[in-house]
């Protein structure tokens, strides 16, 4: 049931955005396994559209900030105003108090506002003025962020990068979607409506199941093995690679990866996980934690070559166990 009801959410999405299946697919498994998902592209690749349609399509409330050099930290949480009729303060919450962020363009705003969009994420509460108030659930936040036009920016920190469940690069659409793109917006009466499918009992109902999703130990293993593979690579046998990273993923990445993997499988129709399902989601689970020097750029080397690398030589031991 909770399956035919994905298909129908997707099927749904795919009426305005075409061509980006694996983006909805990853804002899906983030949705579903609590995850915050960061997504970097050039402009014009359906990111705020698709996070816009996906919103319609689920019984949540939803809200679109644009990240600008002046928005302040009150903007996103809200703030403290005088009631002169009243002759007391009240609280105005921000726009931070709704199920789905998207937070559009989040490297544009300066570190304060971007520490409090990720301290929220974390903690699933903001502080305004002395009361402490919690978020409604689910609370997800899906940010974009563009690789160009970098004057004027403020990129994101390692650090609080690593609170996103996953980082999604969107690539340019084939030659057959770019031109259904063309006819369908070319076509000034385009105006195709979604149905809401998915109710926050449907989500906390999927997440419970997926909760219930199998994982052996052997593939457990093999995720602990492709985490130390990325922090200790000399001794996997990656001698090369290894002068190009500086700093290996965080514990949170063996912890997404186990999720997300147990979400592509429940989304196949599994109970259980493959190793097909934890090779599927690494690179974008992996990604945005390794930290490559300076050696790297200058070879023209990114951390997704890095995991590919690292997906193809390390295999998964059957007998291998963890003490």
Known sequence: ????????????????????????????????????????????????????????????????????????PSDLIGTMIYNQQESNFEVKKGPIFSNIILADEVNRSPAKVQSALLEAMQEKQVTIGETTYQLDRPFLVLATQNPVDQEGTYPLPEAQVDRFMMKVHIDYPSKSDELEVMRRMANMS????????????????????????????????????????????????????????????????????????????????????????????????????????????ADNINTRDLIRIILDKIPINKNVTFK
């Open 190 to 297: 385009f105006a195709s409506e979604v149905n809401a499918i998915l109710s926050k009992e449907d989500i906390f109902a999927i997440r419970a199941k997926i909760n219930e999703v199998q994982i052996a130990e052997p593939l457990e293993n093999y995720i602990i093995e492709l985490v130390f593979a990325t922090r200790f690579p000399e001794k996997y046998g990656l001698k090369e690679e290894a002068k190009y990273i500086q700093f290996g993923v965080s514990p949170r990445a063996s912890i997404n990866l186990n999720l997300a993997a147990r979400a592509a499988a429940f989304m196949d129709g599994r109970d259980y996980v493959l190793p097909e399902d934890i090779k599927e989601v690494a690179e974008d689970v992996l990604n945005h934690r390794i930290i490559l020097n300076y050696e790297a750029e």
């Open 1 to 72: 049931m909770h399956q035919e009801k994905i298909k129908q959410v997707i099927d749904e999405v795919k009426k305005i955005v075409v061509g980006q299946d694996r983006m909805v697919n990853r804002l899906l498994i983030g949705l579903f396994t609590n995850g915050h998902i960061l997504l970097e592209g050039v402009p014009g690749l359906a990111k705020t559209l698709t996070v816009n349609t996906l919103a319609k399509v689920l019984h949540l409330d939803f809200k679109r900030i644009q990240f600008t050099p002046d928005l302040l």
